[in-house]
Each structure stands twice: as C-alpha cells, then as structure tokens.
C-alpha cells in the first residue's frame, strides 16, 4: 500500500517513452558510450552538441564515426516531441507550440520574448490529475507523467529556435522557465527535478541556464515542496492559491481537502526560510469568487510579514465555464489591500491570450480535433 501522501503520485499504467540522452546521467551516458564501442569521453562531446551547440541532428555530428551515426541518433537521441501546431501572438514575440509525444498524447509549451529576456512555459505531464475547475487542462484528468527527455527537449526547442533566430526579435536564448504549462509538477517531482538538473547543469553535463530562472508551480503538494526546500537547487517556488480560506479554495483548488491553506504556506515558509528565496502566491481573479476585498484583506493577513510576492491572474475563462476574470474596479481594489498589509503584488500579463495560451486549452483543441 502506498502512504497516504503517495496515492496524489499515482498514474495510469501506459508504455514509456524511449530513453534518451537527457535522461541519463553523466555516468550513464559513459556507461551507454561505452556500449557503443565508443571511448567514455565521447559522451561529453555528444553532450555538447546536443546541450551547448544545440545541435538536433546526430548524423551531422563528426564526433562520431559515421557507421555509428544512426545509431546514436536511434538509441541515445531518438525523437521525443514532434510539432503538430505552432501558433504565433503578440506580433510574433509569443509561440505556442503543440507537440505530439511518441504516444501520439499532445502536450503544450510557450515562449514569450520580451525586450530583455525570454521565458518558456512547459508542461510536466499529459493532463493533471489536480482537477481545479476553472484551469482546462484539470478538465481531462491525467493522460501520463512526462518523462525527464520530454521536459528538457521542450526548452531546448525553445532555445534552437531562438538561437536560430527563428522568432521575431532575433537571436535570443531562453533566459526563465516556468512550469506553468500542463501537469502538476510536484505529482511528477523525480522526472522534473531530473530535468531541473539537466538544464541547469553546467555544459557539457547540461544546458547551464540559472536555476533562479526557473518556477515551479504547484497546488501545494505539502511533503513534496519540503523535499524541494532539502534539494539545493535555488528555483523560485509559485504556490496556486487562489482563495485565502479552505471553504473556497476546497472548490477552486481540490486537492485543498488533503493540504490545507494554513499547511501549504507553512510549507511555502519553510522553502523560503531554507533557501532565502521569495515564494510566489498564484491568485487567479474569478469574478465574484475569489476577489472580494475581504478575501484580500485575510490574504493580505495570512502574508503579511513573509518573504513573499502575489501574483494576480486574470482568469482566463475555459470553453463552456460560467466564470470570468475580475472586473478592473475589484482587481485594483484587491491589490490595493494587499499592499495596505504591506505584501508585494503585481497583475500578471496576459501574453497568448488570443492562441489559447494559457492552460492546456490548445491541447485540448488540437487533440478534439485528431
Ligand atoms: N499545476 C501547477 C502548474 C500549472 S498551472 C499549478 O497549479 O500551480 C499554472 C498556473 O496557471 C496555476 O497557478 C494555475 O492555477 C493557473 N491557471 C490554470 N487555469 C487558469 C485559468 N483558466 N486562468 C488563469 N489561471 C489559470
């Protein structure tokens, strides 16, 4: 039997993806290098194209002999995501891509330029087992967890399309990631602290990006986020709030009735106390749900004093949803009290509105129509 804990970890038994270089260690890349015929020095090479040169095209690599190529390619690098829709918004500075995984599951990520930086948002599993009702991707429940190639091989086709030059502002690289697209990450925690590792690890191990330019999102899987505190690795953590009390956020946020709110930020605390990084607190602003200036005022109490930062999202409503974002009036107001209480706060952009950009709605509409 599982520990209680456990049971939110539990997934459909489906076939894995194939195994490739981004889930390997160092040493199992040697090890695997080895098989090959191939001297265990090699394997830093290979992870320089793949990591640092972002080469995806083993059979051009003179590293390895050309016998070998293929392979290389079939069994350390085989295909893991494959496009089946990019959409572009915000004059082209937003792409939205929908991969199709070996299984034929779609999953979502988006890049979003600015003038100074560019973030990707991936997903960590095919759907989410969570089930908030007003986020699209809860709606489907959970397809499968991502494997760690899965999630890295999304912000590294970020990245070559940036260095490319592919999306419009010109050469860039890919500076923050959030996992914000599909999935609970804390319910897929090995395969995404893997992947953390993966991209932040210097090359030629990994792609070397910040670990502080990285979020992690989550409902607020209590024994998971006190793991992350333990990990050492300095990501910012975003806990999905969304009401300041249980009565509401037991709706909006289901899994609330296993980790109460008072539970979460003290588990939020700890991350902060641990790692002296600001927690960010997600609130998406539901018309007449959760935006109440009192609701404001008791999270405002709730944080007051922590080493904290609020996000607002306007509520990007989902297909069919009787709920929608705040009115303007509310919204000020409610940010209003949260700095009366002295809490840092700022309403999130809206980038991607127009592709569905937010929470697996594309997802959902490319696989309706398969
Ligand atoms: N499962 C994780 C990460 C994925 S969602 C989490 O819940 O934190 C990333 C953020 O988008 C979360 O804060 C989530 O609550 C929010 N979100 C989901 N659906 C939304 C919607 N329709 N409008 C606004 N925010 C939404």
């Not at 050492?232 to 109460?260: C, M, Q, W, Y």
Request: aromatic share 6%.
């Amino acid at each position: 039997m599982p520990a209680p804990g456990e049971l939110i970890m539990i997934e459909p038994k489906r076939p894995k993806p194939p195994q490739h270089w981004s889930d390997l260690t160092v040493d199992d890349r040697k090890t695997k290098i080895v098989e090959f015929g191939l001297p265990a020095f090699r394997a830093d090479q290979l992870s320089r194209q793949w990591f640092s040169r972002l080469s995806d095209d083993p059979l051009s690599w003179t590293d390895v002999p050309a016998e070998l190529r293929q392979r290389v390619k079939d069994e350390l690098f085989p295909d893991l995501i494959t496009s089946v829709r990019e959409l572009t918004c915000d004059a082209g500075a937003t792409v939205k891509q929908v991969w199709k995984l070996f299984d034929g599951v779609m999953v979502e990520s988006v890049l979003m330029r600015y003038s100074d930086r560019s973030t990707m948002c991936v997903s960590s599993q095919a759907g989410c087992g969570m089930n908030c009702p007003f986020c699209a991707t809860g709606q489907a429940g959970l397809t499968r967890n991502l494997s760690t190639g899965e999630i890295v091989e999304q912000v590294l086709a970020g990245a070559r399309s940036l260095a490319r030059g592919d999306v419009e502002g010109g050469i860039g690289r890919v500076n923050n990631l959030v996992f914000m697209g599909m999935g609970e990450p804390m319910a897929n925690y090995k395969n995404v602290i893997e992947a953390i590792r993966r991209l932040t690890q210097p090359a030629p191990a990994g792609f070397g990006m910040s670990a502080r330019g990285i979020t992690l999102s989550t409902v607020g899987l209590v024994p998971r986020m006190l793991q992350l505190a333990e990990e050492g690795i300095p990501v910012t953590l975003a806990v999905s709030l969304h009401a300041p009390d249980d009565e509401l956020r037991d709706t909006l946020v289901p899994i609330n009735t296993r980790f109460k709110v008072q539970e979460v930020l003290d588990a939020a605390w700890n991350y902060a106390d641990v790692t002296g990084r600001r927690v960010s607190i997600e609130y998406a602003m539901i018309k007449d749900i959760n935006d109440q200036a009192w609701r404001a005022d008791l999270l405002g109490e709730l944080l007051a004093g922590h080493l904290v930062h609020v996000n607002l999202i306007p509520l990007n409503p989902t297909p069919g949803s009787k709920w929608t974002a705040s009115r303007p009036e509310d919204e000020r107001e409610f940010v209003a009290r949260l700095k009366d209480h002295g809490v840092a706060v700022t309403v999130r952009d809206t980038r991607g509105r127009e592709i569905d950009g937010a929470c697996g709605q594309l997802a959902a509409v490319v696989t309706s129509e398969a």
